[in-house]
């Protein structure tokens, strides 16, 4: 059982915006940078954020993230059928020696 | 373009060790930091197992630490991963990426799928 808490699944319209929440603590989320990946069916993940809210080149602008305390938050705005995918949160734990660590995932069905 | 490739055996016997290389094309494996190690199973998620420092220092996930090796190999251009008294519950896809830095890994191989069992 992960760390970070995510929803099992959300689901929305084509066009829609949605957003996926990732719930930790103080020693993860709370003071380290979180880091969020896109993982499509039979696909390796696949950097979407980096440094808690920074896009890699080539990841549209509809990806966007934040943080605020312990928690952080993937926005997907203008939801497409190709952004169907499982979605996972990632940081690190300062507090116990288990380094890095990801979230449950969730399942994103665009309706 | 970088690239990673994993490979090894995809079966191994419960009490076995588990060995995979992940092999870099497109750079060489001493330019970049940290190179990581991560596999994913339907019952445990993404789990992070560790990674290797360029240099060859290494550093573990606490639940993996009493049977895990990794190594970094400049002349193959590759770092492994060896996982030892593996059991049911390490079959899975392994992963190898590149730790970016910012707790994030930019650069994934295509994964290959480890099962356990006799």
């Known amino acids: 059982q992960s760390v970070l808490t995510q929803p099992p699944s959300v689901s929305a319209a084509p066009g829609h915006n949605v957003t996926i929440s990732c719930s930790g603590g103080?020693?993860?989320?709370?003071?380290?940078?979180v880091s969020w990946y896109q993982q499509l069916p039979g696909s390796a993940p696949q950097l979407l954020i980096y440094?808690?809210?920074q896009r890699p080149s080539g990841i549209p602008d509809r990806f966007s993230a934040s943080k605020s305390g312990t928690s952080a938050t993937l926005h997907i705005a203008g939801l497409r059928t190709g952004d169907e995918a499982d979605y996972f949160c990632?940081?690190?734990?300062?507090?116990?020696?288990?380094?890095?660590?990801f979230g449950g995932g969730t399942k994103l069905t665009v309706l | 373009q970088l690239q990673l490739q994993e490979s090894g055996p995809g079966l191994v016997k419960p009490s076995g060790t588990l060995s995979l290389t992940c092999t870099v094309s497109g750079g060489s494996v001493v330019s970049y930091k940290w190179w990581a190690w991560v596999r994913h199973s339907p019952a445990q998620g993404l789990e992070w197992i560790g990674e290797v420092y360029q240099t060859g220092s290494t550093i573990y996930h606490n639940s993996f630490k009493s049977r895990v090796a990794m190594s970094l190999d400049e002349s193959k251009n590759s770092f492994s991963l060896e996982l030892s008294s593996v059991s049911a519950a390490d079959t899975a896809v392994y992963y190898c990426a590149r730790d970016r830095g910012g707790n994030a890994f930019d650069l994934w191989g295509p994964g290959t799928v480890v099962i356990v069992s006799s």
């Open positions: 440094e808690t809210s």
């Open positions: 103080t020693s993860n989320i709370g003071e380290n940078y």
């Open positions: 990632g940081t690190w734990d300062s507090n116990v020696y288990a380094g890095r660590m």
